[in-house]
T-cell receptor, first 113, second 115 residues
Framework: AQSVTQLGSHVSVSEGALVLLRCNYS??????LFWYVQYPNQGLQLLLKYTSAATLVKGINGFEAEFKKSETSFHLTKPSAHMSDAAEYFC???????????FGTGTKLQVIP | EAEVAQSPRYKITEKSQAVAFWCDPISGHATLYWYRQILGQGPELLVQFQDESVVDDSQLPKDRFSAERLKGVDSTLKIQPAELGDSAMYLC?????????????FGPGTRLTVT
């Protein structure tokens, strides 16, 4: 079964600092990978997805993620944190050819002024 | 921009009562998902529909939960009877199911509190 592990349930960064949220996946073949963001009492919104085209994927709100097969990682980054980035972020994996997505446990990002 | 609609947004009920949640997916999305999200955790799939057919309900507690998607459009998730442990956010999502990756579009969710 495919799974993702998000390292760090809480991450704090200063406004303007680099954001790095870690995600490692477990799969025998490269899967589809996603990052979603969730604001309090709202549903999830897709930030970006990897589907085997470019390994560096750019998403909305200045976020990007790099697929590294050798490290089985799909870390999310943003060069400069903004207060509005404070939210919970979920990494997710889906086997190719299947529509079932498995979510990680989430990382709550706090941005300090 | 098209959105997934859910209602109600909040529901408080007493244990042993019945509750129902409604979801209207984005028009044209054949795949519909219901998730349960416990506070501090990621969403857990309860049931997945392809048009009006259930394709995965392996994690649905079928003794008390039921879901239907008549006519393959909107969907209803029911809990009867509700238990204290059912308190959670219930999320609906839909997907166009494209070959390039099955990204999902989520509704705002229904926050259920069972007292």
């Amino acid at each position: 079964a495919q799974s993702v592990t998000q390292l760090g349930s809480h991450v704090s960064v200063s406004e303007g600092a680099l954001v790095l949220l870690r995600c490692n996946y477990s799969s025998s073949v490269p899967p589809y990978l996603f990052w979603y963001v969730q604001y309090p009492n709202q549903g999830l919104q897709l930030l970006l997805k990897y589907t085997s085209a470019a390994t560096l994927v750019k998403g909305i709100n200045g976020f990007e993620a790099e697929f590294k097969k050798s490290e089985t990682s799909f870390h999310l980054t943003k060069p400069s944190a903004h207060m509005s980035d404070a939210a919970e972020y979920f990494c997710a994996v889906s086997p190719r050819g299947y529509q079932k997505v498995t979510f990680g446990t989430g990382t709550k990002l706090q941005v300090i002024p | 921009e098209a959105e997934v609609a859910q209602s109600p947004r909040y529901k408080i009920t007493e244990k042993s009562q019945a509750v129902a949640f409604w979801c209207d997916p984005i028009s044209g999305h054949a795949t519909l998902y219901w998730y349960r999200q416990i506070l501090g955790q990621g969403p857990e799939l309860l049931v997945q529909f392809q048009d009006e057919s259930v394709v995965d309900d392996s994690q649905l507690p079928k003794d008390r939960f039921s879901a239907e998607r008549l006519k393959g459009v909107d969907s209803t998730l029911k809990i009867q009877p509700a238990e204290l442990g059912d308190s959670a956010m219930y999320l609906c999502a839909s997907s166009p199911g494209t070959r390039s990756g099955y990204e999902q579009y989520f509704g705002p969710g229904t926050r259920l509190t069972v007292t």
